[in-house]
């Protein structure tokens, strides 16, 4: 399961399901292992799974795996905006969020 956020990214919502429900099944550690290193926080996972017992644990765990490649995405893109403003006098006021880590 060594795989990174860019690579999660090119996957369908199903696709992502369905990989998630195969480590769920074999070895839950590891989807929290891989959810630790794309910087979603076990907090967050115990408490969606906690606020929707009756749902695919794997449908919402892809959830949060989309919410964070959306921040991350959202984070490139700020950066490129400075990188590309940068020589042209412009000033790029940067929130925390931009500064997401991946």
């Keep these: 399961m060594e795989l990174s956020l860019l690579t999660l990214a090119t996957y369908s919502k199903e696709k992502l399901i369905d990989y998630l429900n195969e480590f769920i099944n074999q070895d839950f550690s590891k989807v929290v292992q891989l959810l630790y290193r794309i910087d979603v926080s076990e907090a967050k996972l115990k408490k969606v799974l906690h606020e929707n017992p009756n749902e695919d644990a794997a449908g919402l765990i892809a959830d ?7 921040i991350a995405k959202k984070a490139r893109d700020s950066f490129s905006k400075a990188d590309t403003n940068k020589g042209n006098g412009h000033h790029i006021n940067h929130d925390d969020e931009g500064a997401e880590r991946l």
């Design 64 to 70: 949060l795996i989309i919410e964070r490649i959306a």
